[in-house]
């Protein structure tokens, strides 16, 4: 009797069992891997693509790097050496860093001689920090570009531009991945990203020099962050970048929400219409060419062919601003050679720029030097009259 009592309780707990068992099992089908952080394992690596070892470059001319890093993790700056010094660093605009980016890297030497450029990448801040091993070259800098007898074979990476020392144009090379966005703020939407070795011209910038207005090469403006004071996104080239006019931050853009109103009783009362006001008009621009500065009298050397003298002029805008690139020349009379001044990026109103130029002389006389702002009749002016100035100049022989 006892055995069928216990047969029929198995009978009866068996497919409770299984059924515990199935909602176990189910339970477990639902769970879901919590998701990780990748794990940092290693050092960065880094990997110059150009210049070669053993390159050749002048003094005072920029030598540009292109650098390939990558991490399991993320690089949050990289670090060029010179000579065991620190010239430059770039950093990212994310702040965990990037796993896989090409960096443009730029030094300008001063003097002639052996240099080791020495590159690091970095991943993280402080002393949590993880530096990959140097990655090398050595390059030769020779006083005048007569003495350079290297000649560099094409190499992969970012397009290098071709950056001229002596253009007085601001213009900002980007050292990393940067996006361009439609204002000075993250807030605001991104035109498109750009990419390490993009040369762009300077329009405006920020007051406290935090973000800079770019003209792309379609001619959209645009805003980049400069990034930290120590890791830069971009670096400044020309010696205009000191006169580039500060705008007032805009409105951050807020997104549109359509509120929902209850209807209500609106009484059909008349009421009265102001008459239209009148909208005022914008001012145009209006160019002037002040403070002419220079030699008016000029000696040829003995011996030599002819003589290079530098002149100095400023450039105002008396009327409204503007953002418009527009060219600046020097026309020299009787010959009617033309000297190039350099592009502008925009004024404000009553803003000015100050440009030098260099004048060749190659025989004895009279002659005028003629300033001309907006050369090319860029700009719509209130006064299209009074954009020129001139400056007389003596050229004589040494006896």
Do not use: H
């Amino acid at each position: 009797m006892k055995t069928l009592l216990r047969f029929a309780l198995c009978i009866i707990l068996l497919p409770l069992l299984a059924a515990c068992n199935l909602d176990a099992d189910s339970n477990n089908s639902r769970l879901t891997p919590t998701p990780t952080s990748p794990v940092a394992t290693g050092k960065p690596t880094v990997q110059i693509l150009s210049p070669q070892n053993g390159e050749e470059f002048v003094v005072n001319t920029p030598i540009l790097m292109s650098v390939q890093v990558t991490d399991t993790v993320g690089v949050t700056s990289v670090r060029l050496s010179a000579n065991g010094t620190n010239v430059r660093t770039v950093g990212s605009e994310s702040p965990t860093g990037e796993t896989n980016k090409q960096v443009l890297l730029d030094y300008t030497p001063r003097s002639a001689g052996e240099i080791v450029l020495s590159v690091t990448a970095v991943r993280g801040v402080g002393g949590n920090s993880v530096v990959s091993d140097p990655a090398e070259i050595r390059v030769v800098v020779r006083q005048t570009s007569a003495q350079v007898t290297a000649t560099p074979q094409p190499q992969p990476g970012p397009t290098q531009p071709v950056i001229n020392p002596n253009d007085p144009t601001c213009r900002a090379l980007v050292m990393t991945a940067l996006r361009l966005r439609r204002g000075p703020s993250t807030n605001f939407d991104v035109i498109r990203t750009l990419a390490a070795g993009e040369l762009l011209p300077v329009v405006a910038k920020l007051a406290d020099n935090s973000w800079w207005q770019l003209r792309d090469t379609n001619g959209t403006l645009g805003w980049v962050a400069r990034g930290p004071e120590t890791t830069p996104y971009i670096n400044l080239y020309g010696s205009q970048c000191a006169t580039i006019p500060s705008q007032a931050p805009p409105a951050t853009p807020t997104p549109f929400v359509t509120p929902t109103v209850a209807p209500t009783f609106t009484p059909n009362v008349p009421t009265n219409t102001p008459p239209p006001q009148p909208t005022a008009t914008p001012t145009q621009p209006d160019l002037t060419v002040t403070n002419i500065s220079g030699p008016t009298s000029v000696v040829i050397p003995a011996g030599e062919p002819s003589v290079t003298v530098q002149y100095g002029v400023n450039i105002t805008n008396q009327g409204g601003g503007f953002g418009t690139q527009f060219n600046n020349q020097v026309l020299r009379l009787p010959d009617n050679t033309t000297f190039d001044l350099g592009v502008s990026a925009g004024l404000g109103a009553g803003q000015s720029i100050s440009l030098q130029v260099n004048v060749t002389f190659s025989s004895a006389g009279t002659y005028v030097l003629q300033f001309i702002a907006d050369s090319g009749g860029a700009i719509a002016e209130s006064n299209e009259v009074n954009n020129s100035g001139t400056l007389n100049v003596t050229v004589t022989n040494a006896p």
